[in-house]
């Protein structure tokens, strides 16, 4: 593996890690709520999609502090998005990035609350961000709402939770993954492209990028539920299929799901030829992504 692509991870990483906190610490709330928001925030995890918004800026040549109040916002709604997907309604999950999961430590209904709170306080990162243009501003929060809420995350899920111990079509099981999954990781990528002022032909391209790679995340999570590793994955492997879901590995066979996966991740890094400008640190992500392991 490039050594490139993974010094850039891990450095961007430790500076979303770094700054994260900073948003949080300072707000006036009842100290259980901010220590609930805090300790998930805190659990690890790749920092992907924050990592993206910042790819971005460093693909267009851009200064990448303009991304860091936008990077941890996405980072924010993510995490809520994975506070209540743990929950007993939902779920029902005990660990989470090797942790006890966010009720198992404060309580349903303080995490419920928490990931409100990290719901709403990541809009406040947006708006309130200093270095960023009214204009961009309005343009980030719209396409956030749109990756996130009802025709998106929020929808995906309740799709997924429907769609639960019944067998789906991979056209159902594709709208799934691109509403819960795809659209938000694909909000990191415009909004880092919108961000770095990309030209909008290279944005059309990266919306298309973005869906191609989101689908070939999910797939990859869907592998690693059978053939990955507890203690790498810090969850349990096996849920799907002892929840009953349709998965790619389920409709198209491991190897066809593998299958897939290579081809989603050809067509991403395709449109990448494309673009305005080189982007050989995407093309590096779309090959981690395709072969993580947790
Ligand atoms: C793992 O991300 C998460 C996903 C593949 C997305 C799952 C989507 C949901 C749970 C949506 C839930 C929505 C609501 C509204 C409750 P990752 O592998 O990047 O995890 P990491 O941050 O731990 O690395
Ligand atoms: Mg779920």
């Not at 659990?43 to 971005?56: D, E, I, N, Q, S």
């Not at 994975?82 to 309580?107: A, E, I, Y």
């Not at 494309?274 to 072969?291: F, P």
Request: glycine share 6%.
């Amino acid at each position: 593996m490039n050594i490139q692509v993974n010094d850039f991870l891990n450095s961007r990483k430790k500076k979303i890690e770094e700054a994260m906190p900073l948003f949080i610490k300072d707000l006036s709330t009842p100290h259980s709520l901010k220590e609930s928001m805090l300790y998930s925030l805190e659990a690890g995890g790749k920092r992907l999609r924050p990592v993206l918004v910042l790819a971005l800026l460093h693909t267009y040549n851009k200064p990448e502090e303009t991304g860091i109040a936008t990077a941890c916002a996405i980072e924010m709604i993510h995490t809520y998005s994975l506070v209540h997907d743990d929950l007993p309604c939902m779920d029902d999950d005990d660990l989470r990035r090797g942790k006890p999961t966010n009720h198992k430590v404060f309580g349903e209904a303080v995490a419920v609350l928490a990931g409100d709170g990290l719901l709403t306080q990541s809009f406040s990162l947006i708006v309130q961000d200093p270095v960023v243009t009214a204009e961009k501003k309005l343009r980030l929060v719209a396409e956030l709402v749109k990756a996130a809420g009802v025709e998106g995350m929020v929808g995906g899920q309740v799709a997924d939770m429907e769609g639960e111990a019944k067998s789906l079509s991979l056209e159902e099981l594709e709208f799934i993954h691109e509403n819960k999954t795809a659209k938000l990781l694909g909000f990191s990528i415009l909004a880092g492209a919108i961000l770095a002022d990309a030209p909008e032909e290279d944005i059309d391209k990266l919306r298309e990028f973005s869906y191609h790679l989101g689908i070939a995340f999910q797939i990859r999570d869907d592998i690693l539920d059978i053939e990955g590793n507890q203690e790498k994955l810090g969850k349990p492997v096996g849920s799907d299929t002892l929840n009953e879901k349709t998965t790619y590995p389920s409709i198209l066979s491991m190897q066809g799901a593998k299958d897939k996966l290579h081809d989603h991740i050809s067509q991403a890094k395709n449109l990448l030829q494309h673009l305005s400008t080189k982007a050989e640190l995407l093309e590096q992500i779309c090959d981690l992504i395709a072969k993580r392991d947790h």
